[in-house]
């Protein structure tokens, strides 16, 4: 599919004069227009307001994975909740992720908290600002390194997220697969070259900005794009071609059944262990994996035993509920089952309690285990 054609007034360097001395001009107009536009356009974004690295380092973290819209209630909930390094380094971990909660990729939340504890420990409260340190941090990768670096403190350092890939392929007409060498060093190299001395912090949220606003994959607005003149993409009318996707992971399909304990007024809940794969931290219904030719009850009834020592029937199926999360589409079936005796312990989890039904909004839940909640306190 092609974009809608345009006339541009882009030439192909190799025309007119020599290509080091037109591309090495092409590129800094870029730069400047870059500069302009964003300095007249850009979004009153509540983290552009603010030089304090601990909260570009939040809304970074926020940022990946999450909307804009999504991301500005959670960032401004999180710095009343956690104002500093300190508040957060020291903050209980249940705390924290109920915070995150809604925003998915729960580890996310869990590096901020020990990448903030590494901070205190050995930066003194205050965030290190070297790429090579930053790099050290959990959950800080180049990308994230270089957004803080150059943000927070002005050093000439790139940031190439899936914004800025989708600008420049399409700006320079880069083929390939842009997660895999060698266009994925080739995007770093240009981003470098492109940086204008002490103002790399600008420059990097300009291009993020036009790829969220005016780049955007599906329908970009060339026609009122600030570089239009010298994108390559939209001279050869192959805007939608770039940037060449990339081979999509395999979606892994997973059954579970999820048991639903109640005894008297209370409903049995478990808390992953801080190792699990998924959700760890995180308190849900007790759950498992069961495979295609299994019969679920019986399944489910083992498997809770087993893991917390309480021994259950497994009765009528009360609802299903569909998760997508990574590569996973995860399939529950939730039952209503009866405690018939047994002790609750944690044998295979963190901890196990009976709970109020009503106070399972004080504990941080995934999105699949949260809506099962609310689904008891509305029957
Ligand atoms: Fe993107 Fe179109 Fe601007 Fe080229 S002209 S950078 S494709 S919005």
């Given at each position: 599919m092609t974009s809608a054609r345009h006339t541009s007034p882009y030439t192909a360097p190799e025309e007119k004069n020599p290509p080091s001395s037109i591309e090495a001009k092409r590129r800094a107009a870029?730069?400047?227009s870059?500069?302009?536009w964003y300095a007249a356009q850009r979004r009153p974004l509540p983290w552009r307001a603010t030089r304090d690295p601990y909260c570009i380092w939040v809304s970074e973290v926020m940022l990946q994975q999450t909307q804009v819209a999504t991301v500005i209630g959670y960032y401004e909930r999180w710095l009343r909740r956690f104002p500093d390094v300190a508040a957060l380094a020291g903050a209980d971990t249940e705390d924290v992720l109920r915070a995150w909660e809604g925003l998915g990729y729960y580890s996310r939340a869990r590096n901020l908290q020990r990448a903030a504890q590494h901070v205190v420990e050995r930066h003194g409260g205050q965030l290190p600002v070297s790429v090579a340190e930053l790099l050290e941090l959990p959950g800080i990768g180049r990308y994230s390194a270089g957004a803080i670096a150059s943000i927070a403190f002005a050093a000439d350092e790139p940031a190439i997220d899936g914004n800025i890939v989708r600008v420049l392929t399409r700006l320079f007409g880069l083929r390939g697969d842009p997660k895999r060498a060698p266009?994925?060093?080739r995007l770093w190299e240009l981003a470098r070259e492109l940086l204008p001395k002490g103002r790399a912090g600008e420059f990097n949220q300009a291009l993020m900005e036009l790829g969220a606003t005016v780049c955007?994959?599906?329908a970009p607005a060339c026609a009122g794009c600030p570089v239009r003149e010298h994108?390559?993409?939209l001279a050869e009318?192959?805007?939608?071609e770039y940037p060449e996707a990339s081979p999509r992971p395999t979606i892994t399909h997973e059954q579970r059944a999820l048991a639903v304990v109640r005894r008297q007024r209370r409903v049995l809940v478990v808390r992953a262990p801080a190792d699990a794969a998924r959700w760890a931290g995180m308190w849900q219904f007790p759950d498992v994996r069961v495979a295609s030719d299994a019969d679920p009850s019986a399944v489910l009834e083992a498997s809770v035993e087993r893991a917390t020592g309480v021994r259950i029937s497994a009765g009528a199926r009360l609802l299903g509920v569909r998760h997508q999360v990574t590569r996973f589409r995860i399939d529950i079936d939730v039952f209503a089952c009866e405690a018939l005796g047994g002790r609750a312990r944690a044998i295979e989890y963190a901890e196990v309690r009976w709970?109020?039904?009503d106070a399972l909004g004080a504990l941080p839940m995934p999105a699949a285990h949260r809506r099962i909640a609310k689904?008891?306190?509305?029957t």
């Open positions: 870029v730069t400047r870059l500069l302009a266009l994925a060093a955007t994959p599906r994108c390559r993409a009318d192959r805007v939608l709970h109020d039904p689904s008891l306190v509305q």
